[in-house]
């Protein structure tokens, strides 16, 4: 009931195309979600994180989309740039630890080509 | 602002060897975390403190130690290196607040054999 699935492993899109990822989660406790994303040689850093009262945030190029009685959420990268060819994470947390005790997604190892 | 340092960068252990993969923190941080990495299965939790003196188990805790004396250090230990501990090694912090990240450190590259 901890698991966060992630899809899709790898994803390649050209340049200024939409990139997709899409999680889903069981446990309905889970209040918090954020997406990380990791460049080589780095630690996962936070892009974007949502909470459940809402149901889409946009942070520029990032956005989430949140569907509660799915139990899913997913990032979407509009006009992708090759800059964005990193790791992407989604993870979720429960309401009382929020951002600390994370279950993580398998990853997506994005690749936008130029 | 250093922020999560972690020690060494690389490493390579025989089969049986110790060592401790260093982490330090300068944000005053109560909450630390060691995660693994390995390919296609996203970041596991091996241990974490909520404060200094205080560490729990994780999801895959087995053959680590912690150890938590100040704020800053949470040191993570292997005792009898195997194999199935080449991975890569997370160390991140947490500064509470509403939607506060982790802090990831750059981590440390463990290759057993």
């Known amino acids: 009931q901890q698991q966060v699935k992630q899809s899709p492993q790898s994803l390649i899109v050209q340049k200024g195309g939409i990139s997709i990822i899409n999680c889903a989660y069981e446990?309905?406790?889970?209040?918090?979600f954020p997406w990380y994303q990791q460049f080589p040689g780095k630690g996962p850093a936070l892009l974007i994180a949502?909470?459940?009262?809402?149901s889409e945030k946009k942070e520029g190029r990032f956005t989430i989309s949140f569907n509660k009685s799915a139990k899913q959420f997913s990032l979407h990268i509009m006009d992708s740039q090759p800059g964005d060819s990193a790791t992407y994470f989604c993870?979720?947390?429960?309401?009382?630890?929020?951002?600390?005790?994370?279950?993580f997604g398998e990853g997506t190892q994005l690749t936008v080509n130029p | 602002n250093a922020g999560v340092t972690q020690t060494p960068k690389f490493r390579i252990l025989k089969i049986g060897q110790s060592m401790t993969l260093q982490c330090t923190q300068d944000?005053?941080?109560?909450?630390m975390y060691w995660y693994r990495q390995d390919p296609g299965m996203g970041l596991k939790l091996i241990y974490y403190?909520?404060?200094?003196?205080?560490?729990d188990k994780g999801e895959v805790p087995n053959g680590y130690n912690v150890s938590r004396s100040t704020t800053e250090d949470f040191p993570l230990r292997l005792e009898l290196a195997a194999p199935s501990q080449t991975s890569v090694y997370f160390c991140a912090s947490y500064g509470q607040g509403y939607n506060s990240p982790l802090h990831f450190g750059n981590g440390t590259r463990l290759t057993v054999t």
């Open positions: 993870a979720a947390g429960p309401k009382e630890t929020s951002g600390s005790r994370l279950t």
């Open positions: 944000m005053n941080h109560n909450y």
């Open positions: 949502i909470r459940p009262d809402v």
């Open positions: 403190s909520v404060g200094a003196g205080i560490t």
């Open positions: 446990n309905t406790a889970f209040d918090y």
